[in-house]
C-alpha cells in the first residue's frame, strides 16, 4: 500500500534531527522507485566541524520477491 508517499524523483524527507548547531545532523529522505515497486531510503549523516559525511542506503520491496508479484494490499 503506498498511501500518500510523496512520488517526485526528489522523493521526501522523511527524518531530520541536529544534535547542535555546529556539530551533527542526520537526515533520512524516502524515493519511491516506481518501476521497481520499490522504497529507497537513504540516509545521510553530517559532521560539520570536520565535514565528513556518511551515507546507507536501504531498499524496502513493495512486493514479494520469492513470487516476483507486487503484495496484496
Do not use: W
Amino acid at each position: 500500500m503506498i498511501g500518500d508517499i510523496d512520488r517526485s524523483d526528489d522523493g521526501e524527507n522523511v527524518f531530520r534531527e541536529r544534535q547542535s548547531v555546529l556539530l551533527k545532523s542526520l537526515r533520512v529522505k524516502r524515493i519511491f522507485d516506481e518501476a521497481n515497486q520499490t522504497l529507497i531510503y537513504l540516509a545521510h549523516a553530517t559532521e560539520l566541524t570536520q565535514g565528513s559525511a556518511k551515507m546507507s542506503i536501504s531498499t524496502v520491496p513493495l512486493y514479494d520477491p520469492a513470487a516476483g508479484t507486487p503484495t496484496a494490499e
